[in-house]
């Protein structure tokens, strides 16, 4: 066995997540509830990148992304790449983009809020550079680390 | 009517500048008509006024307004006696009573309560403040007093003066600005109760804006001052507050070097923070600006009369 093969377990069907910022990974993994996954999850973390330096890596078992959980990793991994493995051949790949409305996919910050008190999806605006995210209910703007933990 | 596509009133943010100039046309209109010519515009309708949160002016104003264009006002003047007490939620409240009325006046402590309500509402929704959100007809009245004061807001010189931390009738003011050329916003605060950064940074570009600590500082430039009290409750530190709560508390000893036409605005309730001796003076325009809420809430109710939503 190879060096390479020691780092990347390779996936007979699911998603390779690819080109996602350092740090993302195990959020991604809460995000998307894996670590209750049946099957197996490998993830590489701040491994080196030609391209970004360095990157964190996700190999998924048997998982196909929801729009909703694409949105979800759009958020804090915008420009990362999704690829979609079928019988050990890449069937599809894409570029992860932002999510141009977030519906139910952040929780507001604040407690006054009216989705904290009533039981009402989320809605929130993205702006870009820097990426912000504000509340269509309550005005409230969240930003950086805000947003990242604020993904529900 | 041209210019003013709005279904509902929730926040100053929704309005462009074409709104804003329709909403302050339409409130000069209507404080030059007669009580006798404007009495039948809401003749035959019903305007629920739902006030989950207590309010004097605001409240009473918007009832005033009610009157004199001919409507009929039902609702409440405190949650205790709505169903809200018995714990209906604020979407079913205001799903069942945008049935019986044909528009909504509402004051919240929930922040966003008002855009909810304008989502399940059949009718449309005014916003009289929710929470430490919004509360646009007071933003609105607001520009109307600045507009009849100095015949313009283009190129106004304006200093916000005390909480621009929390008040969020200065943060509502910022974004409305913004719609308007070449306006010189002095925000005067100590530094704890500083404008926050976000706004400053949404508002960046279309304001020409100033940050000071000392009310000496721009006093000579401005054409207004907003002043806004400094709110007990907003201090973690009572030893803080003590220290703050008198920094900025305005009479004639300190407004002296104001350029001619100068002008005082207070949203109302003064507490402490303008002394009674100013009342009477040429500059305190804060009575007038109270006023113009009639004309303002006249203004919009006639607009969003018969809205479709």
Request: charged residues 30%; hydrophobic residues 40%; contains cysteine.
């Amino acid at each position: 066995m190879n060096k390479d093969d020691i780092r990347l377990t390779p996936i007979s069907n699911g998603t390779v997540l690819d080109h996602l910022p350092v740090g993302t990974a195990l959020r991604i993994i809460e995000i998307l509830g894996l670590e209750k996954a049946e099957d197996a999850v490998t993830v590489a973390i701040n491994t080196e990148s030609k391209s970004l330096g360095r990157k964190d890596l996700m190999f998924i078992e048997g998982k196909a992304l929801t729009k909703e959980e694409i949105d979800k990793i759009g958020l804090i991994a915008e420009n990362g790449t999704m690829n979609i493995i079928e019988k050990k051949e890449v069937k599809k790949k894409e570029k992860i983009s932002l999510p141009k409305q977030a519906s139910g996919l952040i929780k507001c910050v604040n407690p006054k809020c009216i989705t904290n008190i009533e039981s009402l999806p989320t809605k929130f605006t993205l702006t870009q550079n820097p990426l912000k995210a504000k509340c269509q209910y309550c005005e409230k703007t969240i930003s950086g680390e805000e947003i990242f933990k604020a993904i529900q | 009517m041209v210019g003013f596509n709005l279904r509902d009133i929730v926040s100053i943010s929704d309005f462009s500048r074409k709104d804003i100039e329709a909403v302050l046309a339409k409130a000069a209109d209507m404080e030059k008509t007669p009580k006798s010519k404007k009495d039948t515009i809401l003749k035959d309708k019903n305007v629920a006024v739902l006030f989950f949160e207590p309010s004097t002016r605001t409240r009473l104003s918007f009832e005033t307004a009610v009157n004199n264009l001919g409507g009929s006002v039902i609702g409440f003047a405190d949650a205790g006696v709505s169903s809200t007490k018995k714990g209906e939620s604020l979407s079913h409240t205001i799903k069942v009573i945008s049935g019986y009325a044909d528009m909504i006046v509402m004051r919240h402590s929930v922040e966003g309560a008002a855009r909810r309500a304008a989502e399940v509402s059949k009718k449309p929704v005014i916003n009289g403040g929710d929470g430490a959100n919004q509360h646009p007809t007071q933003t609105l009245l607001d520009l109307y007093t600045i507009k009849k004061q100095f015949k313009k807001i283009d190129g106004i010189n304006i200093g916000l003066l005390g909480d621009l931390k929390y008040g969020r009738t200065v943060h509502s003011l910022m974004y409305a600005f913004a719609n308007f050329k070449n306006v010189k916003v002095y925000c005067i605060a100590p530094d704890s109760l500083k404008m926050p950064k976000n706004i400053i940074e949404d508002t960046a570009g279309n304001i020409e804006m100033k940050e000071t600590s000392k009310l000496e500082e721009f006093l000579p430039e401005l054409d207004v001052l907003y002043a806004t009290r400094i709110q007990k409750e907003r201090f973690v530190d009572e030893f803080e507050y003590e220290q703050i709560k008198n920094v900025f508390i305005l009479g004639k000893d300190n407004l002296k070097n104001v350029k001619k036409g100068f002008r005082l605005m207070h949203p109302l309730p003064i507490v402490n923070e303008i002394k009674t001796e100013l009342d009477g003076s040429e500059m305190a325009l804060y009575f007038e600006q109270a006023e113009n809420g009639i004309p303002v809430r006249e203004a919009l109710l006639a607009m969003l009369k018969g809205v479709k939503k």
